[in-house]
C-alpha cells in the first residue's frame, strides 16, 4: 500500500542532542500526525497538526505541517534515553477518505547517555 | 476499560489454521480501525468500523480475511487458512468520534505463522 516517505531511517546520537526528521508525499494531506512506538506496544499520538503552516508542540517535541501540505517536520531537543524508539508520522487525505491513515516507515532512534 | 485492549498479545499458528483476534476498544469509542503492521514497516490500513457497520473494508488483503463488530464495541478479526506472509502485528486503534485522527492503538498481536 501507499506509504509516506520518512527520513532518516535510523539515528544514533549522543543524550542532550538535538534531532530532526522528517516526512514528504506526493499527495497533499489534511492532517499531520507524529507518533511514537516502543517494542512491543502500539504507537502512541505524540503531535497532531490540522493546517498547513501550524507549529506545534508538546514539551521537548516540535513539529510543523508544511505549507505545501505535502511535507512535515519533527525536532526533539535535548533528546534523553526515554527518547529510544520508533517515531512515525502518518497523514491523513482529503475530507472524503478519513477513514485511513497513510504511514510511514518510520525513523529509529538510538540515545546514548 | 481504560485503554484499548488486544489479546492474545501473541498466536503461534500452523498454515492453514484459522485465528481470531479480539479488541476491545476504549468504551463508548464510536471508531475502530484494524492495521497490519509487518517488521520493520509502518502500519498498513485493513479497515474501518463506525459503531457495528464496517464501512471500509479496502484494506483487507484477501477474503480470508473477515473483521467484526456486531455490538458496536468488541471487534475480532479474524483469519482462515493462515499463510506464512500473513505473520505480522495486528493493531487495533479507537477513537472517540468519525475518523481516525488522535487514536487510541491498542498493543497489538504479534501473529507468527509457522
Known amino acids: 500500500g501507499q506509504q509516506l516517505n520518512q527520513s532518516p531511517q535510523s539515528m544514533f546520537i549522543q543524550e542532550g542532542e538535538d534531532v530532526s526528521m522528517n516526512c514528504t508525499s506526493s499527495?497533499?494531506?489534511?492532517?499531520w500526525l507524529w507518533y511514537k512506538q516502543d517494542p512491543g506496544e502500539g504507537p502512541v499520538l505524540l503531535i497532531a497538526?490540522?493546517?498547513a503552516g501550524e507549529l506545534t508542540s508538546n514539551g521537548r517535541l516540535t513539529a510543523q505541517f508544511g505549507i505545501t501540505r505535502k511535507d512535515s517536520f519533527l525536532n526533539i531537543s535535548a533528546s534523553i534515553p526515554s527518547d529510544v524508539g520508533i517515531y512515525f508520522c502518518?497523514?491523513?487525505?482529503?475530507?472524503?477518505?478519513?477513514?485511513?491513515?497513510?504511514w510511514g516507515l518510520g525513523t529509529s532512534l538510538a540515545v546514548n547517555p | 476499560g481504560a485503554g484499548v485492549s488486544q489479546s492474545p498479545r501473541y498466536k503461534v499458528a500452523k498454515r492453514g489454521q484459522d485465528v481470531a483476534l479480539r479488541c476491545d476498544p476504549i468504551?463508548?469509542?464510536?471508531?475502530l480501525f484494524w492495521y497490519q503492521q509487518a517488521l520493520g514497516q509502518g502500519p498498513e490500513f485493513l479497515t474501518y468500523?463506525?459503531?457495528?457497520?464496517?464501512?471500509?473494508k479496502s484494506g483487507l488483503p484477501s477474503d480470508r480475511f473477515f473483521a467484526e463488530r456486531p455490538e458496536g464495541s468488541v471487534s475480532t478479526l479474524k483469519i482462515q487458512r493462515t499463510q506464512q506472509e500473513d505473520s505480522a502485528v495486528y493493531l487495533c486503534?479507537?477513537?472517540?468520534?468519525?475518523?481516525?485522527?488522535?487514536?487510541?492503538f491498542g498493543q497489538g498481536t504479534r501473529l507468527t505463522v509457522v
Open positions: 486503534a479507537s477513537t472517540v468520534g468519525v475518523g481516525n485522527t488522535e487514536a487510541f
Open positions: 468504551s463508548g469509542h464510536v471508531s
Open positions: 468500523f463506525q459503531n457495528e457497520a464496517q464501512l471500509d
Open positions: 499527495s497533499i494531506f489534511n492532517t
Open positions: 497538526l490540522y493546517k
Open positions: 502518518a497523514g491523513q487525505p482529503p475530507a472524503g477518505n478519513n477513514r485511513k491513515l497513510i
